[in-house]
């Protein structure tokens, strides 16, 4: 059965018509995968079939390449390549994407618009691309606005500590992926929490901060050993690269 066909809201059908997203999947570019997942199951919250593109792989780049110049900023030519995947996968009919957007220096405020222009000249210009901007205070989303920037926001706080507990646990696993099992498990669970619809701010709160609980105990119990002389690495930077 189609997501929409579960929902009863006449807003959030409407909403979902007016944006031409009936019987289609939204599909959000990963960054990265864990906060693109719980940021879906926000969005879900709300009513709409939100879920991450699959994985990315050699045949991403082959697409991205073929529509980019190597000029753009790599992350670009990823997404690109991986919104044709999802098309040549999935079907033109049953996908839709989101493609956030921002003001500023930085060109992560090109992609939306090279999306668009790309997808045109391929004859896509029928699959839906949608945006959300922070210069508006995500009003396109209409009147779910507020409610959906609350559940977001804690679906960033859960992403930036269950990246926490993998990447402290991590380097020192007894048995390896282990840790890697644990934060897809807690992914998981905080987005069936984050995902819950037809319930108060309050009950869906409730409900992440168990999973995340749950979380921490799943961590602490990974066979590890902790070995005080390896050097701790702090990465700081820019991502921007090109290929
Ligand atoms: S790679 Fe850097 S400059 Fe390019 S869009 Fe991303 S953050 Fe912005």
């Not at 199951?41 to 190597?70: Q, Y």
């Not at 000249?121 to 609350?150: A, F």
């Amino acid at each position: 059965m189609p997501y929409s066909d579960t929902v009863t809201d006449p807003g959030v059908l409407k909403a979902i018509a007016d944006m031409g997203l009936e019987g289609r999947r939204l599909y959000l570019p990963h960054m990265p995968y864990g906060g693109t997942y719980l940021l879906a199951a926000a969005i879900r919250s709300i009513g709409f079939d939100a879920w991450p593109t699959t994985d990315s792989d050699k045949h991403t780049l082959d697409l991205g390449g073929r529509v980019t110049s190597g000029d753009e900023c790599y992350p670009q030519k990823i997404v690109m390549g991986d919104f044709l995947r999802m098309i040549e996968d999935e079907g033109r009919d049953n996908v839709a994407f989101l493609m956030p957007t921002a003001n500023g220096p930085c060109r992560f405020g090109q992609y939306l618009h090279l999306i668009k222009a790309k997808f045109q000249e391929l004859g896509y210009d029928d699959v839906p691309v949608i945006t959300i901007s922070s210069s508006d205070g995500y009003t396109s989303i209409g009147n779910y606005s507020q409610d959906l920037v609350r559940t977001a926001w804690r679906a960033v706080l859960a992403q930036d500590i269950l990246m926490k507990f993998l990447l402290k646990t991590r380097p020192y696993e007894r048995e390896k992926g282990s840790t890697d099992a644990a934060y897809l498990k807690s992914l998981e669970e905080t987005g069936e929490a984050l995902s819950l619809q037809h319930v108060s701010q309050r009950e869906r709160l409730d409900a992440v901060v168990k999973a995340l609980a749950r979380a921490g105990e799943r961590f602490r119990a990974l066979p590890a050993d902790y070995d005080r002389s390896r050097p701790l690495i702090g990465v700081v930077g820019e991502i921007f690269c090109r290929h």
